[in-house]
């Protein structure tokens, strides 16, 4: 639970941002949610996590966006 904005609208301030346009974005959250394509998310984490495996489940989500080009 963040102050002020959640989640998806600091992604929607991130993207509405001039230089922020094409930064990927992977979401740590409590609550379990889709990714939207529109929305720039490439992966949600949810809590709890195992932190040992916190690299590799990164790993699968950018190895993901990049076969798919994005």
Do not use: Y
């Amino acid at each position: 639970m963040m102050p002020g904005m959640d989640g998806w609208e600091t992604v929607a301030a991130l993207h509405a941002h001039p230089k922020g346009g094409d930064v990927p974005v992977v979401l740590l959250s409590g609550a379990a949610e889709t990714v939207g394509a529109a929305t720039g998310v490439i992966g949600i984490l949810t809590k709890p996590f195992d932190p040992l495996s916190l690299a590799a489940r990164l790993h699968v989500i950018w190895a993901g966006r990049t076969q798919t080009g994005g």
